[in-house]
């Protein structure tokens, strides 16, 4: 792996760390390991449900994507997200998968994982202006 890869993945982890927005409950700074024995390596943020299935981080591990973060997401799936503050309106985010949505928009990760019964997924993305995507047939064999 570049120099220039490694030193991003480590901005990555710092801002992380730093959580400008409250939108990271847990990092896990030992993903930047990774780069030792891939060429290539992207960080994953998952929403905070045990509703993700483990599987899903198991195969996309096996592909570059390195669990990166833990995000908070709204209290009991609410629509709107008092808690977490939208940083392009300065207004409270929108979705339960927030949390998520808000670490990709800053670059902390490469891609985010939430769940979806309704506009928890899409509706975030859609806020920050970033792109969202949501699937039955991700787990289908």
Known sequence: MRDMDVIRLAQQTFLAMKNPWNSVEKVYPQAICAARRREKVHYVGVKNTAAIPVKLLGTLR???????????????????DMALQNPLTGRPMTGSSSGTAINVFLGINDLGIGTDGGGSVLAPAMSLQCCGFISPLLEAE
Do not use: F, K, P
């Not at 669990?67 to 709107?80: E, I, M, P, Q």
């Open 62 to 80: 096996e592909e570059g994507y390195e669990l990166h973060t833990l995000d908070r997401c709204s209290v009991n799936g609410r629509a709107v």
